[in-house]
């Protein structure tokens, strides 16, 4: 969690700098991390849940711009 919550703040930095590649690489990597906690947990439904459709928040929030 805690590497998600430093890669947020760094892709937040970037995107005030309008690094806006960079901070996307950030946010995903970010949210990569609590997908792969997430896998751990033991219930099925809790899974796949909230990390996909935050990485499906994230690309469509890059394709849009």
Do not use: C, W
């Amino acid at each position: 969690i805690r590497f998600a919550a430093a890669n947020r703040q760094i892709g937040e930095l970037q995107y005030r700098k309008a690094n806006y590649r960079s901070a996307l690489d950030h946010f995903q990597a970010g949210l990569g991390a609590i997908r792969d906690a997430t896998l751990k947990l033991t219930d099925a439904q809790m899974r796949g849940a909230e990390p996909s459709y935050m990485l499906h928040v994230a690309e469509s929030l890059y394709r849009t711009g």
